[in-house]
């Protein structure tokens, strides 16, 4: 099965860097992604990792690191819209696109 | 390219009826997901389907079924509806597996009284 750990909520403030962390247990690995989830929106994808290292996509920004099970997401020049929920997903290794999901850490981001 | 839709998006039924919801992929996406949110258990992967077999499940009741249609279009299914049902459904649409990933839908708010 999968374990999937994420602070519940974080505060930053606007124009700042905040990471956001995950630690995963899981039986088998084939890729971890971020969402971004308004509230009362549906979740929009963020990024993808599968190999080791950092993927940088404009001001977000996300690391992996298979022999942790540990990635985070980066945000950088923070941004009031920002203010959301960041959901950590993993996928197994038993094929297809089933994704677990931790429970999201909500931020907040003050002027 | 237009995104994925899902119908009804809200919907109030009783307990003991049955439900079903609608989505339709983006267009030349095979693969189609379904995930249940709630407040207390986040999001919930409930089955996958491509080329209109299911290929993968989760962990929920047979009370809950799905299909895909050869357009890829996708239904899900609630049979004898629960209060703790009440949530929001949400359909994820891919065009395989690999670096791609799950575009939502708006998701379908099912109230269940």
């Known amino acids: 099965g999968q374990n999937i750990d994420q602070p519940t909520e974080m505060t930053a403030t606007e124009g700042a860097i905040v990471q956001i962390n995950c630690t995963y247990q899981?039986?088998?690995?084939?890729?971890l992604f971020w969402y971004q989830q308004h509230a009362g929106e549906a979740p929009t994808f963020l990024s993808y990792?599968?190999?080791?290292g950092l993927e940088e996509k404009g001001r977000f920004s996300s690391f992996l690191s298979r022999s942790k099970g540990y990635s985070y997401l980066l945000l950088k020049e923070l941004q009031m819209k920002d203010s959301a929920s960041y959901l950590c997903?993993?996928?197994?290794?038993?094929?297809?696109?089933?994704?677990?999901f931790g429970t999201g850490t909500q931020l907040k981001v003050e002027l | 390219k237009a995104g994925v839709t899902q119908t009804p998006r809200y919907l109030i039924k009783t307990r003991g009826q049955q439900v079903t919801l609608s989505c339709s992929p983006i267009?030349?996406?095979?693969?189609v997901s379904w995930y249940q949110q709630t407040p207390g258990q986040g999001l919930q992967f409930l089955f996958e389907?491509?080329?209109?077999?299911?290929?993968n499940k989760g962990n929920f009741p047979g009370r809950f079924s799905g299909r895909q249609f050869s357009n890829s279009r996708s239904e899900m299914n609630v049979s004898t509806l629960e209060l703790g049902d009440s949530a929001l459904y949400l359909c994820?649409?891919?065009?395989?597996?690999?670096?791609?990933?799950?575009?939502f839908g708006p998701g379908t708010r099912l109230t269940v009284t």
């Open positions: 994820a649409s891919s065009a395989g597996t690999g670096i791609t990933g799950q575009y």
């Open positions: 899981t039986s088998g690995f084939n890729g």
């Open positions: 990792n599968v190999l080791d």
């Open positions: 997903a993993v996928r197994g290794t038993g094929g297809g696109n089933k994704l677990t």
């Open positions: 267009s030349g996406h095979r693969s």
């Open positions: 389907y491509f080329s209109e077999t299911q290929r």
